[in-house]
């Protein structure tokens, strides 16, 4: 089992690009969530997932979008890349709201906007 | 809402020396509890949970933590610490029986010297 699956692992930026981070799981897990950590400031939930088709926001949505087309993918768009999105990305997942599983979360996206 | 609150930024500490984590939380429901650790370079690890039942909880690595609900709090504790537990730690929380997210605390740096 690959469990989460993020790539690529790191990335530079010029203020104004676009990029999509991936995240994979195989684990037949319904939900899944996107997080950026930020030195001192612990995770930030910026959307999350219930199932394919399903997403919303959350704590830190703008400048970010997703989609959920399969069970299995999530990934995480970045239209005009600022420097404000320097960090690092994480996405997680987890089978249900039975969360006597906790959260299995990807190695992370390092990513520097210049 | 949910919230957790990690007072100690940073705790140093030498090895075989024993720790302990501060972790406190806040909500007007009940809530399960966790702790991951962060690695250097690495995605979140699970190293135990706090679902129901007895209070004090064991988990990976020879950490625990006790539930105190009148304090609101979840601390973790290790009797002896070890070079290799040089890691971030992070307490969050969930509202319980519900599709909700997990909340993080800020994280707590344990470094470890000889």
């Known amino acids: 089992n690959a469990g989460v699956t993020q790539t690529p692992k790191f990335r530079i930026l010029k203020i104004g690009q676009s990029m999509t981070l991936q995240c994979a799981q195989d684990m037949n897990h319904n939900y899944m969530y996107w997080y950026r950590q930020d030195p001192g400031m612990g995770l930030k939930l910026i959307y999350y997932?219930?199932?394919?088709?399903?997403?919303d926001k959350g704590e830190v949505p703008n400048g970010y979008n997703v989609s959920r087309s399969t069970t299995e993918d999530f990934p995480l768009r970045l239209e005009l890349a600022a420097p404000s999105q320097t960090s690092v990305y994480f996405c997680a997942s987890t089978p249900s709201f039975e969360i006597n599983y906790g959260y299995t979360f990807g190695s992370g996206t390092r990513l520097t906007v210049v | 809402a949910q919230s957790v609150t990690q007072l100690d930024s940073q705790v140093p500490v030498f090895e075989e020396a024993p720790v302990e984590l501060r972790c406190n939380y806040s909500?007007?429901?009940?809530?399960?509890l966790f702790w991951y650790v962060q690695y250097p370079n690495q995605g979140l690890q699970l190293l135990l949970k706090y679902l129901s039942g007895s209070t004090l909880v064991k988990g990976i690595n020879g950490f625990e933590a006790e539930f105190n609900k009148s304090q609101t709090s979840f601390h973790l504790r290790k009797p002896s610490v070890h070079i290799s537990d040089t890691a971030e730690y992070f307490c969050a929380v969930i509202r319980t029986g519900t599709a909700s997210k997990l909340t993080f605390g800020t994280g707590t740096r344990l470094q470890v010297t000889l």
């Open positions: 997932s219930v199932g394919a088709g399903i997403t």
């Open positions: 909500s007007s429901v009940s809530v399960y």
